[in-house]
T-cell receptor, first 111, second 113 residues
Framework: GQSLEQPSEVTAVEGAIVQINCTYQ??????LSWYQQHDGGAPTFLSY????GLEETGRFSSFLSRSDSYGYLLLQELQMKDSASYFC????????????FGTGTRLQVFP | DTAVSQTPKYLVTQMGNDKSIKCEQN?????MYWYKQDSKKFLKIMFS???????INETVPNRFSPKSPDKAHLNLHINSLELGDSAVYFC????????????FGSGTQLSVL
């Protein structure tokens, strides 16, 4: 089967740095995306990695290692508003519209 | 202006009823989707349409019937609702080759009693 595993919950304090890991096992791989979802809200796109390495977007960075089938989302200078669920997602091939989502990680930021 | 809008936001209904959820996007995107998020927050694709053509039908019971009258609209009709259909249904859209970047609607929380 196809699966993307994430830790179920992560906690941190304001100003800290937190890393949310994602390991995937899919029939193919065409990139790893990250989404943020606040309670009661819609998932919103954060970042995308097609190639190995680190992509930085402000306080958020995303990393991919295709040889390890692994990626992570790094959140720096945490703020209370970062408390949300974070999902990784994989598109398994170039010619599919389908994104397979991970199990989700709930991040709680404390003052 | 809302990019992807879906209605209603909440839907409470009895088992056996038929209901519809409507979705519209004003982004000019060519692909639209329905995703289902269960109580454990697991997000799974149900359907995708590209320029009104059904592309993905992800082993969804045939009680669920999507309809795309034009590329800006994708509606979801559900017949004979069951308790297990209770979930949040999200409409989403994407453009061209950027299939990784989905724009989601605000969701419809369906509760079947």
């Amino acid at each position: 089967g196809q699966s993307l595993e994430q830790p179920s919950e992560v906690t941190a304090v304001e100003g800290a740095i937190v890393q949310i890991n994602c390991t995937y096992q899919t029939s193919g791989f065409y990139g790893l995306s990250w989404y943020q979802q606040h309670d009661g809200g819609a998932p919103t796109f954060l970042s995308y990695n097609a190639l190995d390495g680190l992509e930085e977007t402000g306080r958020f960075s995303s990393f991919l290692s295709r040889s390890d089938s692994y990626g992570y989302l790094l959140l720096q200078e945490l703020q209370m508003k970062d408390s949300a669920s974070y999902f990784c997602a994989v598109r398994s091939s170039y010619n599919t519209d389908k994104l397979i989502f991970g199990t989700g990680t709930r991040l709680q930021v404390f003052p | 202006d809302t990019a992807v809008s879906q209605t209603p936001k909440y839907l409470v209904t009895q088992m056996g009823n038929d209901k519809s959820i409507k979705c519209e996007q004003n982004l000019g995107h060519d692909t639209m989707y329905w995703y289902k998020q269960d109580s454990k927050k697991f997000l799974k694709i149900m359907f995708s349409y590209n320029n009104k053509e059904l592309i993905i039908n992800e082993t969804v019971p045939n009680r669920f019937s999507p309809k795309s009258p034009d590329k800006a609209h994708l509606n979801l009709h559900i017949n004979s609702l069951e308790l297990g259909d209770s979930a949040v249904y999200f409409c989403a859209s994407s453009q061209g080759l950027s299939k990784e970047k989905l724009f989601f609607g605000s969701g419809t929380q369906l509760s079947v009693l």
